[in-house]
């Protein structure tokens, strides 16, 4: 049996100006956003991951190393940073203000399966998706007893936690957006074709209130 940890990078620049940060753009994390992945570290701090998969955009992977400096098992641990787990693409929309009144956004957010974002020059959900699943089940694969910090973003990975445990497109933002440094815990039997979640979004350990 795999075991996935998946988190969310921690709270970003863009994400307190509330825009669009996607898969061609970056900003620092805020101080808060540090103490959220030195604490999510610190929840983790006792377990023995087999391998470390981490988007190659500097959120993450700073994030993943604020987690990673507080892990008791470092010895022999391997990070891997794919650009399989970037963000999805806004095109044109990157870094703009986020207009909560538009289609589009409101079909991200509610009915993935009505998103287009053709007009703007972005990725469908179905790429995002794909790419991203891809590389989970590659992982499985290579790993099928071992547990994996997986560290990526909010829509990526509350796309792939949906379907991978099964559910119909229009329901892939169900339960999101996942909040920044969340811990969502999958596991998958090498011979079943879906994901059990045993813990979702859980951001439980954290102990500074976000608006601080």
């Not at 620049?13 to 570290?41: C, H, K, M, T, Y």
Request: negative net charge; charged residues 25%.
């Amino acid at each position: 049996m795999t075991t996935f940890y998946f988190v969310r990078h921690g709270k970003t620049e863009l994400n307190l100006s509330l825009r669009f940060q996607g898969g061609a753009i970056d900003s620092p994390l805020l101080p808060i956003g540090v103490e959220q992945a030195i604490q999510a570290g610190r929840n983790l701090c006792d377990l023995s991951f087999d391998a470390a998969y981490v988007s190659t955009q500097k959120r993450a992977m700073d994030t993943a190393n604020y987690i990673l400096k507080e892990n008791n098992f470092l010895d022999g641990l391997t990070v891997h940073y794919q650009d399989s787990l970037r963000e999805i693409r806004f095109g044109k929309r990157e870094g703009a203000e986020i207009d909560h009144t538009d289609e589009q956004t409101n079909y991200l957010r509610q009915r993935p399966d009505l998103y287009d974002p053709k007009a703007f020059g972005g990725e469908t959900i179905d790429a995002l998706v794909q790419r991203s699943t891809e590389t989970i089940e590659k992982i499985s694969k290579e790993y099928p007893d071992g547990k994996v910090l997986i560290v990526a973003h909010g829509v990526l990975l509350i796309t792939l936690i949906n379907s991978l445990t099964g559910k119909e497109k229009s329901r892939w933002r169900e339960g999101g957006p996942l909040a920044n440094t969340s811990i969502s815990i999958l596991e998958k039997e090498q011979n079943t074709e879906y994901y059990t979640i045993k813990s979702f979004n859980d951001i439980s350990y954290q102990t500074q209130n976000e608006e601080a």
